[in-house]
């Protein structure tokens, strides 16, 4: 037997590379790294996915393992080099991505070190991070060191942590799910669906509230619409607001929204994934009014926080309602109990064992400082009002709503011509050109072209060279 365990840690060791041999790694990825960054100014924010994409599938799993040059030749050209490109400073679709380079250099240390960061007491120092990050968040918002939350994945699970939270602590059951009802709008994000599906409540009466022309929630119509079912023996339970719309960056009236919260007992969940870091612009806070009353919210620092995807938030505001919904034990992890001076992640999530995401959010708070990430957001709101200005010089360019962020809208309207027809064909010859990569949506049958300011790379050069390509494409005898 012993012959056997000795040839096999032979081969087990080949899993524990040693100095020289990871040396020789890290200098290959650097490499990579570096020449990934230094292109990105020549590199496409959007390359068409071609059939040579697949050819990925050649470095299927095997029993023998390979070098890593070809694995980085083929990430350049396979994974990289097609879709859309969330590091380019040309990304303006969707909500871009950010992908701070000290965020890459955290998650490096937590997969290195790989600390249990699910629990206190296996992970002290990491889960203090942790929750020293939610608390200048809860902070940020406005709430009282009685609120609490999580690092989740993204904004999509931390909306659907608040809606089972709400669930829970409203005592919602099975029997009760026909008669409860939740206020959303059309403008609410899709996750918010899921998180309805998922929790068990897709059998609950969804009320879709009226907008008002700036596409808000309009809280006369959310008023009537709860009295209207209370008065039908129906049980009002959840508002989800948006600060901020991914489709239009709209922020919904959460003051007046709080007050028929608390007036009806209704939980009131603050969507913030893409709105909510720009609390660190002062300039905004009357916007903001109101928040502090959400009794959830979401954020998502890999958007307007700039970190790699992976990182979102939910705050609530009341920690006990977070741990009574998650909280539960093991027996297997009875030794954890009366050793905790901090609230475990693994107590307020549905994740237990988890990425230690922290690190790829500390480390670039501390080594920048606050001071230019609220630079950054001013300057994306700036940008975005600077878009909206030029854009709507152009004759036949028709706008929507005033950007209350850096989110805005925009058509061309051609005279002899179908407008969403000629808008699609205006949004593929962007794509297509590929240097700026923009998005399109439909408000009530009408199709609009979208930008969205996030990435933090962007500057006042990639807008005006979004600015040149658009009226170049708009020349006559170009697309029309
Ligand atoms: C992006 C977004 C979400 C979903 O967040 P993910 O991080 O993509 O899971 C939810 N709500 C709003 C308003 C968003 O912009």
């Keep these: 037997m012993i012959n056997k365990i000795r040839e096999l840690e032979k081969l087990a060791r080949l899993l524990e590379p040693n100095e020289y041999q990871r040396g020789k790694w890290n200098a290959e990825v650097l490499d990579y790294a570096n020449a990934f960054l230094n292109n990105l100014n020549a590199s496409k924010a959007y390359i068409k996915a071609t059939e040579n994409s697949k050819e990925i599938y050649n470095f299927g799993i095997e029993e023998q393992g390979i070098e890593l040059a070809p694995l980085l030749e083929s990430t350049t050209k396979n994974i990289d080099g097609v879709g859309i490109n969330p590091a380019s400073s040309g990304h303006m679709g969707y909500i871009p991505g950010g992908g701070l380079y000290p965020s890459a250099l955290g998650d490096f240390i937590a997969a290195v070190s790989n600390r249990y960061a699910g629990v206190f007491y296996a992970a002290p120092g990491a889960v203090r991070v942790e929750n020293m990050l939610i608390r200048w968040m809860c902070r940020l918002m406005g709430y009282q060191d009685t609120a609490f939350g999580n690092l989740t994945s993204g904004g999509s699970v931390a909306n659907l942590i608040a809606l089972v939270t709400a669930r829970e602590v409203h005592g919602i059951k099975a029997r009760d799910f026909e008669r409860c ?157 009366g050793r905790e001076d901090e609230i475990s992640p693994a107590d307020v999530s549905v994740e237990q064992t988890k990425h230690f995401r922290g690190m790829r959010m500390w480390l670039p708070l501390k080594l920048f400082g606050v001071k230019p990430f609220r630079a950054a957001l001013e300057e994306k709101l700036y940008l975005t009002k600077y878009f909206y200005n030029e854009i709507q010089k152009i004759t036949g360019i028709e706008v929507g709503p005033e950007p209350e962020l850096s989110v805005a809208i925009f058509r061309y309207v051609p005279k002899n011509e179908d407008a969403n027809a000629f808008n699609k064909k205006l949004i593929e010859a962007i794509q297509n050109d590929g240097r700026i990569f923009l998005s399109s949506t439909n408000i009530h049958t009408v199709f609009w072209i979208r930008i969205a300011v996030v990435q933090f790379k962007t500057h006042l050069k990639e807008i005006a060279l979004l600015l040149t390509i658009i009226k170049e494409l708009l020349k006559p005898g170009v697309l029309r």
């Design 181 to 337: 009802v939740i206020y959303l709008t059309q403008q609410s994000h899709h996750s918010i669906i899921k998180a309805i599906q998922i929790s068990g409540l897709s059998e609950a009466q969804l009320r879709y509230i009226t907008l008002d022309e700036n596409l808000k929630l309009s809280s006369t119509h959310l008023e009537e619409a709860i009295i209207e079912d209370i008065k039908n023996g129906l049980i009002p339970f959840y508002i989800n607001a948006s600060f901020g719309t991914t489709n239009t960056g709209a922020i919904d009236p959460l003051k007046s929204i709080a007050t028929i919260a608390e007036k009806y007992k209704l939980w009131f969940h603050v969507d913030a994934a893409y709105g909510g870091f720009f609390k660190l612009v002062g300039k905004l806070d009357s916007k903001f009014e109101g928040i502090k009353e959400a009794d959830s919210i979401t954020l998502d620092p890999h958007k307007t926080l700039f970190l790699p995807y992976g990182t979102g938030t939910v705050l609530i505001k009341n920690k006990a309602h977070l741990l009574k919904t998650y909280h539960c034990l093991a027996d297997y992890m009875q030794d954890i109990v």
